[in-house]
């Protein structure tokens, strides 16, 4: 593409929700249950529509690319494994059944979901090879089995019931520790330690507003998209 210049990419029938690129593609979600792909011809400058992928029931609503996979995730509450070499649907995960799949995450070599079920579940592939991925259930949080052993993080306490998740994101803080922001849509942001799932403090926004898009930056900073039209930036504290 010329600089200053756009480009439209039709296909979806109906709204799209999520976009995500990677491997020389473009992939769009939307509520026609369908992932458009879009393949860049470098010679051209543009991209052209490629294939379309379809597996879930529902609208999709989030996707995320890694090392030549796809994941999305659908209104119904499954996550798909795509292989990107192949263009077929690998593996069907029913990780939040009945609840919207709201955000993924991966973070060293595990696929973080979180829906409006309240919960965030944590993956890993349990294949010999990185070619041939079969994702099962580590672990949930809050637990269903309060105190029981948690395989990613350990021994777990109950966190009492959760309000609908509507977003995550992976950051570090300050001293470069990993910690999980949870946002849910009771005007709270959770900061969760990595990967034990302590408590690490909560962020506060105004009655009835929540942050339906999160996003990590440098220095310990975090930025929120709340309901409201507005775009904060947040800091970690230093102790």
Not at 44 to 61: C, I, K, Y
Request: charged share 15%; net charge negative; proline share 5%.
């Amino acid at each position: 593409m010329a600089a200053g210049s756009e480009m439209e990419l039709a296909g979806h029938q109906g709204a799209v929700y999520c976009l995500a690129a990677g491997s020389n593609m473009l992939f769009s979600g939307g509520h026609d249950k369908t992932i458009r792909v879009y393949s860049y011809d470098a010679a051209a400058g543009a991209f052209a529509p490629s294939a379309t992928m379809q597996a879930h029931e529902q609208a999709v609503l989030v996707l995320e690319v890694v090392e030549g996979f796809l994941f999305s995730g659908g209104a119904e509450g499954h996550i798909k494994v795509w292989d990107l070499a192949q263009g077929v649907c690998v593996q069907d995960i029913a990780a939040h059944t009945g609840h919207l799949v709201m955000e993924l995450v991966f973070w060293e070599q595990h696929l973080l979901s979180c829906a409006m079920d309240g919960k965030v579940k944590v993956w890993a592939s349990n294949a010999a090879t990185a070619a041939s991925p079969n994702f099962q259930l580590l672990q949930t949080f809050p637990p269903e089995d309060p105190g029981g052993g948690g395989v990613f993080g350990g021994r777990q306490e109950a966190a009492g019931d959760e309000s609908p998740l509507v977003s995550i994101c992976g950051c570090a803080d300050g001293a470069g520790q990993p910690v999980l922001l949870a946002s849910h849509n009771d005007s709270k942001i959770k900061l969760l330690a990595l990967p034990s799932f302590q408590p690490r403090g909560e962020c506060f926004l105004p009655s009835g507003q929540y942050a339906r898009a999160l996003a990590y930056g440098p220095g310990g900073m975090f930025f929120t998209g709340d309901s409201d039209g507005v775009v904060k930036c947040w800091r970690f504290a230093t102790a």
